[in-house]
C-alpha cells in the first residue's frame, strides 16, 4: 500500500496540522510505503515572500522529522524537487472541468480572506491531484479541510482513465473521526488564515498565554458547563490520557472548576505531550546537514517513481511514443 501526504510551508506548524495529518502519517509510515512532501509549490500560491518561504521550508523538514517521521520509512522530500509533478498537473488541467474547480470551497474561502485571485489558487487543486497521481497513492491521511480535494482528484483520475485507459488507480482519503477539525482559540477550525493557532513549537509562555485565552462562555464556576464544542475538551482529549480527559469531562459536568483551572490543566497537558518532540528538535537544528541528506535522498526516490509515472502517462496521452 503506497500512503502519501503534503503540508504546506505556509506557518508555523499547530496543533491542527499535527493531529489533523502529521500523526495519523506516522503512524501510518509503519502500514505501507509512505511519501510525504512539504508542498512549497502550494504555498507560492499566498507566500510572497521568498525569504519567509524558504524558512518555514525548513522548519516544516525539521518540525516533521520532530515529531516522528522516520526517513527510514519513509520518503521525505520538497515538491518542487520533483518538476513532473506541475507537467502531470498541466496534463490534468487539459481535462478538467472548469465547473470542478469552480464548486472548491477552498478558493471562495481564500479569496474571501483577502488573498489575491490568482490562476494557482483557482487551479490549486488540479496540482494536489498531481501530487497524489504522480506516485500511485492508495491512501491519503489529511484533515477534513481536504475532503473536497480528494474528491476532485478522483473525478480527475476517473476523467483521464475514461478518455486514455486504465492510467490511474483512484486514491482514498483517511479522516481521523477524533481530529478530522481540530478547533482554534475562537472554536472555529484552527488554521493559520483564521489566526487562530496554538503552534506545537511555541515557547513555554507564549504557548500558556495562547492557552489561557482561549475563548469561552460566560458559565459561572459552580455550575456545570457545557462538554459539547468545548474547545477546552475537544483539545484536551487530544494531549492528555483517556483517564485525564474523562475527569475533566466530569469536572465540566458537575460544576464547582473554573475555565482558568481548566486551561492551566490543558496547558500542561500539552507542554507534557510535545516534550519529547522538543527534546528531538533540539538535537535536529545541531546537525543541519542531516535535514538536507534526507530531502536529497527522498526527492531522488520520489524523481525515479515519478519519471517511471510519467513515463506511462505521456504514452498514453500521446506526447511520447
Ligand atoms: P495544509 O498545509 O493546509 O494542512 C496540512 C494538513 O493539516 C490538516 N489540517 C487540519 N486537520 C484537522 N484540523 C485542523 N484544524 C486542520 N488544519 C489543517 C489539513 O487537512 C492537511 O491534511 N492542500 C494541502 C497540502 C497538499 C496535499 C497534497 C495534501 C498539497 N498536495 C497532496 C495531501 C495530498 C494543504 O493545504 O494542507
Known amino acids: 500500500m503506497r500512503i502519501l501526504s503534503g503540508i504546506q510551508p505556509s506557518g508555523k506548524l499547530h496543533l491542527g496540522n499535527y493531529f489533523g495529518m502529521m500523526r495519523p502519517a506516522i503512524e501510518l509510515q509503519e502500514e505501507g510505503e509512505a511519501f510525504y512532501f512539504i508542498a512549497d509549490l502550494h504555498a ?21 522529522l520532530a515529531c516522528g517521521l522516520d526517513p527510514s520509512r519513509a520518503c521525505f522530500f520538497r515538491q518542487s524537487d520533483v518538476p513532473a509533478v506541475t507537467e502531470l498537473a498541466w496534463i490534468l488541467s487539459t481535462v478538467t472541468p472548469m465547473g470542478l474547480l469552480e464548486r472548491c ?18 487551479a ?16 491519503v491521511p489529511v484533515g477534513r479541510d481536504q475532503k473536497q480535494h480528494l474528491e476532485v482528484t478522483r473525478d480527475i483520475a476517473i476523467k483521464i482513465n475514461e ?9 482514498e482519503p483517511s479522516i481521523r473521526g477524533d481530529a478530522a477539525t481540530v478547533p482554534g482559540l475562537d472554536g472555529a477550525k484552527m488554521s493559520k488564515s483564521y489566526g487562530n493557532t496554538i503552534e506545537i ?24 458547563k457545557p462538554t459539547d464544542d468545548s474547545t477546552i475538551l475537544g483539545l484536551y482529549k487530544l494531549v492528555a490520557s483517556p483517564g485525564e480527559y474523562a475527569s475533566m469531562a466530569e469536572a465540566f459536568r458537575v460544576g ?28 535536529i537544528l545541531a546537525d543541519p546537514a542531516f ?20 513515463a506511462r502517462v505521456r ?6 511514443g
Open 44 to 64: 507560492l500560491t499566498t507566500v510572497r515572500d521568498p525569504t519567509a518561504l524558504r524558512e518555514y521550508s525548513r522548519e516544516l523538514a525539521i518540525d516533521f
Open 105 to 122: 470551497h477552498s478558493y471562495k474561502d481564500k479569496t474571501s480572506r483577502g488573498f489575491a485571485a490568482s490562476h494557482g489558487l483557482f
Open 124 to 139: 490549486y487543486p488540479v496540482l494536489m491531484a498531481a501530487d497524489i497521481l504522480l506516485y500511485e497513492s492508495d491512501l
Open 163 to 171: 478518455l486514455y485507459g486504465e492510467v490511474f488507480k483512484l486514491p
Open 201 to 224: 513549537f511555541e515557547d513555554e509562555k507564549t504557548l500558556r498565554k495562547k492557552i489561557m485565552g482561549i475563548q469561552t462562555d460566560s458559565t459561572p464556576v459552580e455550575a456545570p
Open 256 to 283: 464547582g472548576t473554573g475555565y482558568g483551572d481548566f486551561k492551566k490543566a490543558l496547558f500542561a497537558a500539552a507542554w507534557r505531550h510535545f516534550g519529547p518532540m522538543r527534546e528531538k528538535r533540539e538535537a
Open 291 to 310: 535535514v538536507d541528506a534526507v530531502l536529497r535522498e527522498g526527492a531522488a526516490k520520489a524523481n525515479t517513481i515519478a519519471e517511471k509515472v510519467m
Open 315 to 320: 504514452k498514453a496521452v500521446g506526447l511520447a
